[in-house]
């Protein structure tokens, strides 16, 4: 059995991976492959009981330490009893948010030190990293708009702007890090543009070259 791909979208709030992510979903099962969707802090029902602490505004203070560490017991369940045993069943699994948030926020938003989460991310993931990420990226102010218009804000939309340019930031850095791992979509502009970089990124992934410009030959090749 050939192992699936891990397929991971980021970004700030707002900028749109919920669409996308049904998006890529469609884009993978209109060419056979069966994906297993799935998101963090989440996944299981344990996981998803530590999500909703760690949304809820109204519950105690929740410490920066606890919540990395609640970040990663939810992913350490999230990894043992859905994603593994779906990659290793040759589903591919696409993830909304995973290791590279917790950098963003935990270590951009909350300042932790980068090498408590590289600790942390060898401890739980063992050799488990993302085939391929897509970092949707769009200004603060453009995402926490769209953020805006869902309704009530949780424990961590609720951060102040300067949370958020540090999150971006964090984000932008581990793009610059892993280059070959991390394709930036630019998600202000108008979905069908955003859908078409997507789809280019997904067929170079897939060996099907890309559509259009957007990818180009050596990051074509890097991707296989
Ligand atoms: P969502 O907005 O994608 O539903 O994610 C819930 C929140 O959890 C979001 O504000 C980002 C945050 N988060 C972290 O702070 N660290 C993490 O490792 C993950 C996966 C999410």
């Not at 050939?2 to 749109?16: A, D």
């Not at 209109?30 to 009981?49: C, N």
């Not at 739980?124 to 897509?134: A, E, F, H, S, Y």
């Not at 078409?196 to 992934?205: E, G, K, P, Y």
Request: aromatic letters at 6%.
């Amino acid at each position: 059995m050939i192992r699936g791909k891990f397929i991971t979208l980021e970004g700030g709030e707002g900028v749109g991976k919920t669409t996308n992510l049904a998006f890529i979903k469609d884009y993978l099962e209109q060419h056979d492959i069966s994906v297993v969707a799935t998101r963090e802090p989440g996944g299981t029902k344990l996981a998803e009981k530590l999500r909703q602490l760690l949304l809820d505004k109204k519950s105690e203070a929740i410490s920066e330490q606890t919540e990395l560490l609640m970040m990663f017991a939810a992913r350490s369940q999230h990894i043992k009893h859905v994603i593994e045993p779906a990659l290793a069943q040759g589903k591919w699994v696409l993830c909304d948010r995973f290791t590279d948030a917790t950098y963003a926020y935990q270590g951009g938003g909350r300042n932790m030190k980068i090498s408590v989460i590289e600790g942390l991310e060898n401890l739980v993931q063992g050799n488990l990293r993302p085939d391929l990420t897509l970092l949707l990226d769009a200004p603060v102010e453009v995402g926490i708009e769209r953020a805006g218009k869902r309704g009530v804000f949780d424990r961590f939309e609720s951060e102040q702007i300067s949370f958020f340019e540090s999150v971006r930031r964090a984000y932008l850095l581990q793009a610059e890090l892993y280059p070959e791992r991390i394709k930036i979509v630019k998600a202000n502009q108008p979905l069908a543009d955003v859908q078409r970089a997507i789809s280019d990124v997904i067929r170079t992934l897939l060996g099907l070259g890309g559509m259009n410009n957007a990818v180009s030959s050596g990051r074509r090749r890097s991707l296989k």
